[in-house]
């Protein structure tokens, strides 16, 4: 007949090992954002909502350009230059999809879909920088163009393009900077949820769990 401490120890044994299983499948659950810290995951909702209204609002800034370049074709090669890049479309569609994609991932924040995000966000933090650019040497190119304006053949409808040309370039501006801010917080949302998540697998690591299997 089995003493008591002998059961004791027996039954310490396989709670233990009862305890084991549920710990190690939470441990290989990836959950870069704690689901207990709702505001995280709205913040990342309301990022991407905010990248997806950007998108649309810049793809339709490039129809109008696109409709002011038609109405205005003698002055096409002075002030369309973003409209030639095609930066209002794949731009647009670029950040429409990171948007979404940030969207699902706050909502129910997977691995596959927190790592999507994060890759789409960098993508588009390069497109951004790159519409910078373009949008950067349209608005030059623009101030340049205003000079020859007086020799054209139509001077008011040559000033009048080249201000409604600036007007809309300006908007994209104002919404690519917007855009490259939110991309940067995005990210960076990500990597301090990434931090923190390696952080409390350094702190509780595989030998803990051993221990309590084989207690000494």
Same mark, same amino acid.
């Given at each position: 007949m089995? %003493?008591?401490? +002998?059961?004791?120890?027996?039954?310490?044994?396989?709670?233990? /090992?009862? =305890?084991?299983g549920p710990e190690v499948e939470n441990n290989s659950v990836y959950q870069p954002i704690? =689901? *207990?810290?709702?505001?995280?995951?709205?913040?990342?909702?309301?990022? !991407?909502?905010?990248?997806?209204?950007? /998108?649309?609002? #810049? &793809?339709?800034? !490039?129809?109008f350009l696109g409709s002011l370049q038609n109405a205005a074709h003698l002055f096409r090669h002075f002030f369309f230059f973003t409209f030639y890049t095609g930066y209002p479309l794949w731009g647009a569609v670029f950040f429409i *999809?990171? /948007? %979404?994609?940030?969207?699902?991932?706050?909502? $129910?924040?997977?691995?596959? @879909? &927190?790592? $999507?995000?994060?890759? &789409? $966000?960098? *993508?588009?933090?390069?497109?951004?920088?790159? !519409?910078? #650019?373009?949008?950067s040497i349209n608005l030059a190119v623009n101030s340049l163009s205003f000079k020859g304006c007086q020799s054209s053949p139509s001077?008011?409808?040559? #000033?009048?393009?080249?201000?409604?040309? $600036? /007007? @809309?370039?300006? @908007? &994209?501006l104002i919404l690519t900077v917007l855009e490259l801010c939110v991309t940067i917080s995005v990210s960076a949302l990500w990597c301090r949820a990434n931090c923190c998540s390696s952080r409390e697998e350094v %702190?509780?690591?595989?030998?803990? +769990?051993? %221990?309590?299997v084989h207690p000494h």
């Open positions: 089995a %003493s008591p401490e +002998v059961e004791k120890a027996e039954l310490g044994t396989a709670s233990a /090992g009862s =305890r084991v704690d =689901r *207990s810290q709702n505001y995280q995951r709205e913040e990342l909702q309301v990022l !991407g909502t905010v990248q997806i209204l950007t /998108g649309a609002i #810049i &793809m339709a800034l !490039g129809v *999809s990171s /948007g %979404s994609i940030s969207v699902a991932a706050g909502r $129910n924040p997977t691995r596959m @879909l &927190m790592q $999507n995000s994060f890759g &789409m $966000n960098i *993508s588009s933090a390069t497109i951004a920088l790159l !519409g910078l #650019i373009f949008l001077p008011d409808l040559c #000033i009048y393009t080249g201000v409604s040309s $600036n /007007g @809309l370039v300006s @908007l &994209m %702190s509780s690591p595989p030998d803990s +769990v051993e %221990s309590r």
